[in-house]
């Protein structure tokens, strides 16, 4: 009896790497930098505010590809940028 028309309704996927800083900061958890351990860990360093995020939310293998990536690009940009 329920029906719906739904037109033009498209529930996109959420990616689960997005976060989006409390500083505002938009983007995925890859694009921040991640730092050097502090005891093992590496967190994300918002890019805006400084904030590290040890991105604990994640589960540990997700987390361990976002870090890898995380380092991927930031390796990248920095490339890009000397020149
Ligand atoms: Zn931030």
Redesign the pocket.
């Known amino acids: 009896m329920s029906s719906h028309d739904e037109t033009g309704e498209q529930e996109k996927a959420v990616t689960e790497m997005r976060e989006i ?3 505002g ?1 938009p983007g995925e958890a890859e694009d921040r930098e991640p730092i050097g351990d502090s005891g093992g860990e590496r967190p994300l360093r ?1 890019p ?4 590290l995020d040890y991105t604990l939310w994640l589960p540990e293998d997700v987390r361990t590809l976002a870090l890898d990536e995380a380092e991927r690009r930031t390796i990248r940009r920095k490339a890009s940028t000397t020149a």
């Open positions: 800083c409390y500083c900061h918002s805006s505010c400084g904030h």
